[in-house]
């Protein structure tokens, strides 16, 4: 059973230009989370996905970041416009979808993404 | 809103012996689950453990065993015989058990652990 993939493993960007990052939940999975963890800190809650719904964005700048997860395909997370403080690891987690084995959340290896 | 207190910003041991990372936490709820993730130089985030609030018993995974003081919200890691390969940076982590818009995980700030000879 593959592991939460994403991609890409590293990303360059100049300020200005905009930042897709993808992920693939683990097979089963319908539960989706974004964290970022800046420099030398922990990881900060993002946004929590559903299939084709967004259930929890409060973690998430009100402004040029957005997060989807169609019905088919990938989770993706959009940053516009990105700027050098947007530079920072993004790592997804899924989760299944029923009963109490909800509480684990299983992590990809991460987005590196680099503003210059 | 819940907070996560890891006290050590570094830690060390020696290879084989044992070492215990703290951790506090901040809570209303009564039902919730509480995690340990590792993250190597690799950076891939890695459960190491976890604990339901409504369990007494300690959570244990091999060499890996944790101290729940629910009372006290206090859940400290214990790693036992220790590895070079345990060296990272470990990550105490807290859940609501409630769904929606609890599911988050809350992070700590992290210690991190070297491993010496």
């Known amino acids: 059973n593959a592991g939460v993939m994403q991609n890409p493993r590293h990303l360059v960007r100049r300020r200005g230009q905009e930042a897709r990052l993808r992920c693939s939940p683990m097979?089963?999975?319908?539960?989706v989370y974004w964290y970022r963890q800046l420099p030398e800190e922990g990881l900060k809650f993002m946004v929590y996905?559903?299939?084709?719904?967004?259930?929890?964005e409060s973690g998430m700048p009100k402004e040029r970041f957005s997060a989807e997860f169609p019905k088919e395909g990938p989770s993706i997370l959009r940053i516009q416009q990105v700027v050098r403080g947007d530079s920072a690891a993004y790592f997804c987690a899924s989760s299944p979808p029923v009963g109490r084995a909800l509480d684990t959340q299983y992590f990809g290896p991460g987005t590196r993404l680099t503003v210059l | 809103a819940q907070t996560v207190t890891q006290s050590q910003p570094e830690m060390s041991v020696q290879e084989a012996e044992t070492v215990t990372l703290s951790c506090t936490y901040d809570t209303s709820e009564s039902d919730y689950y509480l995690f340990w993730y590792k993250q190597p130089p690799s950076r891939q985030m890695i459960l190491v453990i976890r604990q339901e609030a409504y369990k007494q018993q300690n959570a244990t995974e091999n060499r890996f065993s944790v101290n729940f003081q629910k009372a006290a919200k206090s859940f400290s890691l214990k790693i036992s015989d220790s590895q070079l390969g345990d060296a990272a940076m470990y990550f105490c982590a807290y859940r609501s058990a409630l769904t929606g818009t609890a599911s988050k995980l809350t992070f700590g700030t992290g210690t991190r652990l070297q491993v010496t000879l």
């Open positions: 097979k089963g999975h319908s539960h």
């Open positions: 996905l559903q299939k084709e719904n967004i259930i929890d």
